[in-house]
């Protein structure tokens, strides 16, 4: 069934930008993002302290989302995303806002990816995609198209069908999340498809994805792997 923590809106269109913003979370828990980055570190050792884009502010009017982003220090990021996961939602507006590429394949199959071993997500499965970081930046604008095709690019070695640069968006919103997802269908089966990744995972010295997991209905998927933004887009999608 749908997860009923996110709502689903339809989209045509996102406009995001660059905003400076004073987080007072960050400043207030200071001590408490030091030491959960500690515990971080000590079980992924390759995990390093960037620059990452959160959002501020959102708002959707006529399909169409436009939001605020800010530059924040990835172990803050994963401090407050850790506080939501454990039930302790930290109060304001500052919302994990990332865009992933859905794909669909010619057969029906949605793919997703298993995240590697080394990776803060070990073992969860999901739409390729990452959280935006200042290569998406362009001027004052952030590209969240861009980041979706960047990331899924990288991560799997496809890049979308020509002629799907228009497709619809979907927002799932819940859980301090912002989830912007644009399915695209791909004209091979799934099983070219995941050839076609695996042949790509092959080839990197330190693959992100352990693997391709394919779902094709309501019952294929995993409650206990698949975080609820991608649950509750499925259950939407899939019979």
């Given at each position: 069934?749908?997860?009923?923590?996110?709502?689903?809106?339809?989209?045509?269109?996102?406009?995001?930008?660059?905003?400076?913003?004073?987080?007072?979370?960050?400043?207030?828990?200071?001590?408490?993002?030091?030491?959960n980055w500690a515990r971080r570190r000590a079980r992924h050792p390759g995990m390093f302290d960037g620059t990452v884009l959160l959002a501020c502010a959102c708002a959707v009017?006529?399909?169409?989302?436009?939001?605020?982003?800010f530059a924040a220090r990835y172990s803050a990021f994963i401090a407050f995303?850790?506080?939501?996961?454990?039930?302790?939602?930290?109060?304001?507006a500052v919302r994990n806002a990332f865009a992933a590429i859905v794909p669909w394949s010619a057969d029906g199959a949605v793919l997703l990816g298993e995240m590697?071993?080394?990776?803060?997500?070990?073992?969860?499965?999901?739409?390729?995609c990452g959280t935006p970081d200042p290569d998406d930046v362009r001027g004052a604008a952030v590209d969240l198209a861009g980041s979706?095709?960047?990331e899924f690019l990288e991560e799997t070695g496809l890049a979308a069908p020509e002629g799907t640069d228009g497709d619809a968006w979907v927002l799932l919103e819940g859980e301090g999340q912002l989830a912007f997802l644009r399915p695209v269908r791909?004209?091979?089966?799934?099983?070219?498809?995941?050839?076609?990744?695996?042949?790509?995972?092959?080839?990197?010295?330190?693959?992100?994805?352990?693997?391709?997991r394919l779902v094709r209905r309501r019952a294929d998927i995993d409650p206990q792997r698949v975080p609820g933004f991608a649950r509750a887009y499925l259950a939407h999608a899939l019979p």
């Open positions: 069934m749908p997860d009923e923590t996110f709502r689903l809106t339809p989209l045509t269109a996102i406009e995001a930008r660059l905003v400076p913003y004073d987080w007072p979370w960050a400043r207030a828990a200071s001590a408490a993002i030091e030491a009017a006529d399909g169409t989302a436009r939001l605020d982003l995303r850790d506080a939501w996961g454990a039930g302790a939602a930290p109060g304001g590697g071993a080394h990776t803060a997500n070990a073992g969860q499965l999901y739409f390729p979706a095709a960047r791909f004209p091979e089966p799934a099983a070219a498809l995941c050839a076609r990744i695996e042949d790509h995972r092959r080839r990197e010295a330190e693959p992100e994805l352990a693997g391709i």
